[in-house]
């Protein structure tokens, strides 16, 4: 018997960074977010030699360790690790797993598509079926971020965790004592429909630190940096609007939020955007994008733009100008799933 599992990645329209510690500890946070038909994957099934083997099937990592309760955490599959270790000891008493693990993404790390809490949740999500546990979604998220955040000491918000386990359109609100609510949108289906047939997305392919892009921007909160402290209320509200636009079917006052929201991101750090990435924007500007951002901290990653349907040519030829690959996208309303399989 093995176990499989998956869970949708991400593209992060509005609010974006205001799930981080400390701003939403102090003024709550809000983002809009929304999952697409890019997923991570993995497989549990039990190890023919009484060991615990963890593979990374897409970047050709592998981990192999003696039957343990605990396994090391600084390792090329911390993530792994981390999952592991803490089913074992909140879940299975103590007692060692002899288990394969192997994972996959259909996005690269550092995509800016939440991929690497993508691949805690869907781990979790994995374990769970595994061993029959009985966690809901919001059970699911909490420790997939507990995992990242507390365990493994890695910086970063809380909507990526929500989002792969809840999927779909989702308004989240972030407050003190690690409380998230997740309000899912009942947007018209036509609305889905011209959203997806105006979205064009583009890995920049640029390597981007979105540790360094998130300790800037929690030290300017801490500082009390006045524009970036302002920024970062703007993008709060920002996702409200989006919200509001989104439930009226309203495209373009959308794109003009999205827009905003890139103009505030860019005032959190100075880290946020760079002479690559502004250099790809303008040309989808030139294309006739009515406007675009980043998805996740900045850097790099993915990019993403929203153009009229009868333009989404000429953005993509000017995109693959500038050497990235336009794709479409699709939005899915599943989160992290597993299954048996005999």
């Known amino acids: 018997m093995l176990i499989r599992a998956r869970a949708p990645l991400r593209l992060g329209f509005a609010g974006g960074g205001t799930d981080v510690v400390p701003f939403c500890d102090l003024f709550g946070g809000a983002v809009l977010n929304a999952t697409i038909d890019l997923y991570a ?3 549990i099934e039990p190890a023919p030699d009484d060991k615990i083997h963890f593979v990374a099937a897409d970047v050709g990592e592998t981990a192999v360790y003696d039957l343990s309760a605990s396994v090391p955490v600084d390792g090329v599959l911390a993530l792994h ?3 592991y270790n803490r089913v074992v000891a909140q879940f299975n008493d103590g007692k060692p797993l002899a288990v394969t693990l192997t ?8 995509s800016g598509l939440g991929s690497s809490s993508t691949l805690v949740v869907v781990m979790v999500q994995a374990f769970s079926e595994f061993l029959s546990l009985p966690l ?15 365990d493994l000491g890695l910086s970063g918000g809380r909507q990526d965790q929500y989002a792969a386990a809840f999927g779909g359109f989702n308004f989240m609100e972030f407050s003190g004592d690690e409380r998230t609510i997740v309000n899912p949108l009942r947007i018209h289906r036509n609305t889905v429909y011209e959203l997806e047939a105006s979205l064009v997305i583009c890995n920049t392919g640029m ?6 892009i998130i300790h800037a921007q929690s030290s300017n909160v801490k500082q009390g940096n006045e524009e970036s402290l302002a920024a970062t209320h703007k993008l709060k509200q920002e996702a409200v609007l989006m919200k509001e636009a989104l439930l009226r079917g309203q495209i373009r006052r959308f794109a003009e939020v999205l827009e905003q929201g890139w103009l505030s991101k860019k005032k959190t750090a100075r880290e946020v955007t760079n002479e690559n990435l502004e250099r790809i924007y303008q040309s989808a500007m030139a294309g006739g994008a009515y406007s675009g951002k980043v998805s996740g901290a900045g850097g790099g990653g993915f990019m993403m733009f929203v153009v009229d349907p009868v333009r989404r040519p000429d953005v993509f030829r000017l995109l693959r100008c500038q050497q990235v690959q336009p794709m479409a996208v699709q939005f899915t309303d599943q989160g992290a799933i597993a299954w048996r399989q005999r």
Do not use: F, K, N
């Open 41 to 43: 994957y993995c497989t």
């Open 81 to 83: 690790s981390g999952v």
């Open 103 to 110: 994972t996959s993404t259909d996005a690269p790390p550092g």
């Open 136 to 150: 809901g979604e919001y059970d699911t998220a909490s420790l997939a971020w507990q995992i990242e955040r507390c």
């Open 207 to 212: 390597p981007r630190d979105s540790d360094a």
